[in-house]
């Protein structure tokens, strides 16, 4: 059995190094705003979790576990975008093969509903 994506890069240490360059660069944008009295070290864990899970680790989440944890922040469909730019490039400086990238952000892409669409209940 090949090795999964998570594997090859080296497991939780180095996805918890992508998802913390990726924070410092969601924390420098205009999506800055979502993280106010936020624990980011916190949000690092969980989110360390969520792309592990997509790159084949030992984790999962469900899509009401992600409407739930996102209903109350009133993402909006610009949001999500600029967040998975800003994953692309996070994870083209890790050296990600492309094919990969493709990977990560067509699961993420997959999961766009359950972020927004819970947060679109807020806006209404």
Excluded: N
Excluded at 19 to 33: A, C, G, H, I, K
Excluded at 48 to 54: D, R
Excluded at 81 to 104: H, K, N, S
């Amino acid at each position: 059995m090949a090795p999964s994506m998570f594997q090859r890069l080296g497991g939780f240490a180095k996805v918890r190094k992508i998802v913390s360059e990726l924070y410092d660069r969601l924390l420098d944008s205009e999506l800055e705003r979502h993280f106010q009295g936020v624990d980011v070290r916190r949000l690092i864990d969980h989110q360390t979790k969520f792309i592990a899970s997509i790159m084949g680790g030992p984790a999962s989440f469900s899509d009401e576990h992600l409407q739930r944890a996102h209903k109350h922040l009133g993402i909006s469909p610009a949001d999500f975008r600029l967040m998975a730019e800003l994953l692309v490039e996070t994870l083209e400086d890790f050296d990600l093969d492309p094919a990969e990238i493709q990977f990560v952000m067509r699961e993420v892409a997959l999961r766009q509903q359950a972020v927004i669409a819970s947060s679109a209940t807020v806006e209404a």
